[in-house]
């Protein structure tokens, strides 16, 4: 079994900065990619940063020069500094990481249950 805990959300106002954690535990041999996404009301999921092992990162087009995502494997932690912070960033931020389990072949993701973030204008 794996836990997966977002924390750090919060109302900040537009133009003000967050940062968000996301701490993994459990039965783990590993953990692939850690990613955060949001998702607002009546609206889809989707993808904001992502990070694999290795350090590669990608982001979403509409946070690329504002967002910044990093880990710290130690910890299994994972961080999404926000700046610039616009209205229309106000969401549920989920943290989802892809972890190998000690005894299962398998790479299975996990979805922490999600941390507020709102912009006031």
């Known amino acids: 079994q794996v836990q997966v805990v977002e924390s750090g959300g919060t109302l900040v106002q537009a133009g003000g900065s967050l940062r968000l954690s996301c701490a993994v535990s459990?039965?783990?041999?590993?953990?692939?990619?850690m990613g955060w996404y949001r998702q607002a009301p009546g609206k889809q999921r989707d993808l904001v940063a992502a990070?694999?092992?290795?350090?590669?990162?990608n982001y979403a087009d509409s946070v690329k020069g504002r967002f910044a995502i990093s880990r710290d494997n130690a910890k299994n932690t994972v961080y999404l500094q926000m700046d610039s912070l616009r209205p229309e960033d106000s969401a549920v931020y989920y943290c989802?990481?892809?972890?190998?389990?000690?005894?299962?072949?398998?790479?299975?993701?996990?979805w922490g249950q999600g941390t507020q973030v709102t912009v006031s204008s």
């Open positions: 989802n990481t892809e972890v190998k389990l000690l005894r299962d072949w398998r790479t299975l993701a996990y």
């Open positions: 990070i694999t092992s290795g350090g590669s990162t």
């Open positions: 459990g039965n783990i041999r590993s953990i692939k990619t």
